[in-house]
């Protein structure tokens, strides 16, 4: 398993852009992040295990939650830019379309998740920049 040392580490050796953020703040983001992300698709969850949605609504969350797990074993272990770039591409592709397909059922977790498409944007556009 990866210590965040080591993900600092290996981030540190990428020829970044000058507005890339230090490797110290993505822990931080990201804690922030992932209890906003816990909230939110933990109410999809349960939205769809009660019947309230169907398995075509829930989808994008749950393919959002694999590549966004994803992209740090590719990015940091494999450590394949190429493969982390498609991988966070997709991240973001299923955001939007989760955020699109949940608005007009439960309007506040596509709010909700406004910063964590933000953020994956500007994470998108630093990966594609990196590669």
Aim: hydrophobic share 55%; glycine share 4%.
């Amino acid at each position: 398993m990866l210590t965040m040392n080591t993900q600092q580490r290996i981030y540190s050796r990428f020829v970044k852009p000058s507005w890339s953020p230090p490797a110290w703040l993505f822990g931080p983001v990201w804690l922030v992040l992932y209890a906003i992300i816990a909230i939110a698709f933990g109410r999809v969850g349960y939205m769809y295990g009660r019947g309230d949605i169907t398995g075509n609504e829930a989808f994008p969350f749950v393919l959002n939650v694999v590549s966004n797990l994803t992209f740090t074993y590719i990015q940091f272990t494999l450590q394949n830019n190429l493969l982390a770039s498609l991988d966070i591409l997709i991240v973001w592709v299923t955001l939007v379309w989760a955020i699109w397909t949940i608005y007009d059922i439960e309007p506040w977790i596509a709010y909700a998740l406004a910063p964590y498409l933000l953020w994956v944007s500007f994470a998108t556009v630093l990966q594609l920049t990196i590669t």
